[in-house]
């Protein structure tokens, strides 16, 4: 005699979604169960939670049934309901299944055949080609991925190269299922990383830096590399001479108030060499990646935040709203912070561990003060034409997939 599950299963290919597929085995099998057992339960009743397991022992993918055994739902032992429950499922042959078994107090545990469902995937992506996995889910939908961010003062390591991969295959993924994916990535070009290195290069043409390997840039080394040494070398001169770091606050004022009011600090218009090296920097970043078919669609950069007064504009909003306290005792007195967390815990100063600070005593935004204002503008909450805060956008070029960017 053949069985219900047999008669429905028996002659099905794989599946192509596991997780349904298991999920209207479970709902038949169920639903077997309940008329064998008489029970006037509805089957939206119980609750299907399939998951992947979460030990090996038990499988690929387990459900609980625990919550299936209170007084108003089956009324049965949880381990009586999952036994019952794959009585049922393995009087059947279901295709891509190994094996399905029950463990304490209350789980059902699927075991896949990996080799079976393995051969079915591969064949079906032989078969559909470069369209298999495509969709239309996200039509209409626009999606900002940002990814990659590397500050514009050094090469990229691996952890940035790790990062890219992440963010462009995410960005793959949705726009294979019909989302409009934006791919931004921001240029942290006035940050304290870039200053140091506009400190190294001009205590390097002063004489005052010597760089291991000698202080010109090699036959064979790009610029984001040489870099890389004068930003490790200026480091170490810090250590050396605390004092140094005094040049490292002019030269953050100077990139500050030349990018929002076009001013030069002494001789060295510093913001203009500022910009200058984060150019040069992330051309070099574009070209490592470029190299992993890794592209963007927006270079946001950090000096067009402040450029068009969009942090300005979002401090006075944090003003107006009373988020931000100017302490005038402690570590951070003469700063701007906002506080973060109500029940935070606070030191013998009396100042609070989650405290951030927006802008320092020396009058210098920080980078979560910028990030702020970017995050804002992300969401259309800050730029407003009507009161002169704008972006402009320009290409910068085609990259090596033949997208603007």
């Not at 996995?133 to 050094?154: L, P």
């Not at 944090?318 to 606070?346: F, Y």
């Not at 503008?377 to 009507?386: C, H």
Request: charged share 25%.
């Amino acid at each position: 005699m053949t069985t219900t599950s047999e008669t429905q299963f028996e002659t099905e290919s794989t599946p192509t979604d596991i997780h349904e597929y298991l999920t209207q085995l479970i709902k038949q099998a169920t639903s077997e169960y309940l008329s064998k057992e008489q029970l006037e339960v509805s089957l939206e009743a119980l609750p299907l939670n399939l998951q992947f397991s979460a030990q090996n022992t038990f499988g690929d993918y387990s459900m609980p049934v625990m919550a299936w055994a209170s007084k108003d739902k089956l009324k049965r032992p949880p381990l009586q309901i999952a036994e019952a429950l794959a009585t049922i499922l393995n009087e059947g042959k279901h295709a891509g299944i190994q094996e399905i078994t029950v463990t304490k107090p209350g789980y059902l545990n699927f075991r896949l055949h990996r080799a079976e469902l393995g051969r079915s995937i591969m064949e079906r992506v032989h078969e559909a080609g470069a369209d298999f996995g495509q969709s239309e889910i996200g039509r209409g939908t626009k999606v900002v991925v940002e990814h990659t961010n590397i500050n514009s003062n050094k090469a990229a390591h691996v952890g940035h190269l790790r990062n890219s991969c992440l963010g462009d295959t995410v960005v793959r993924m949705l726009r294979s299922q019909g989302y409009q994916v934006e791919a931004d990535n921001y240029i942290d070009d006035t940050g304290v990383q870039v200053a140091d290195v506009v400190v190294g290069l001009t205590m390097l043409n002063e004489g005052l830096l010597d760089l291991p390997g000698g202080n010109e840039q090699l036959p064979d080394e790009s610029f984001d590399y040489f870099c890389s040494r004068v930003y490790v070398a200026v480091g170490k001169a810090y250590d050396d001479d605390p004092e140094l770091k005094k040049r490292r606050v002019d030269v953050l004022h100077a990139i500050e108030a030349g990018i929002t009011e076009g001013e030069k600090s002494g001789e060295a218009n510093y913001a203009k060499f500022a910009s200058d090296l984060s150019q040069k920097i992330v051309k070099a970043h574009l070209a490592t990646m470029g190299r992993l078919n890794i592209t963007y669609d927006l270079l946001t950069w950090e000096s067009a935040v402040l450029g068009a007064d969009l942090w300005k504009r979002t401090f006075n909003m944090l003003q107006q709203k009373n988020v931000m306290e100017k302490p005038e005792t402690g570590k951070a007195a003469g700063c701007w912070i906002v506080r973060l967390g109500e029940n935070d815990e606070q030191n013998e100063e009396g100042e609070h561990f989650q405290d951030k600070i927006l802008v320092r005593s020396n009058g210098t935004a920080t980078y979560t003060a910028k990030d702020i204002a970017y995050q804002l503008w992300k969401f259309g909450l800050a730029d407003d034409p009507a009161i002169g805060v704008q972006f402009h956008f320009i290409p910068w070029g085609r990259q090596r997939d033949g997208r603007m960017l």
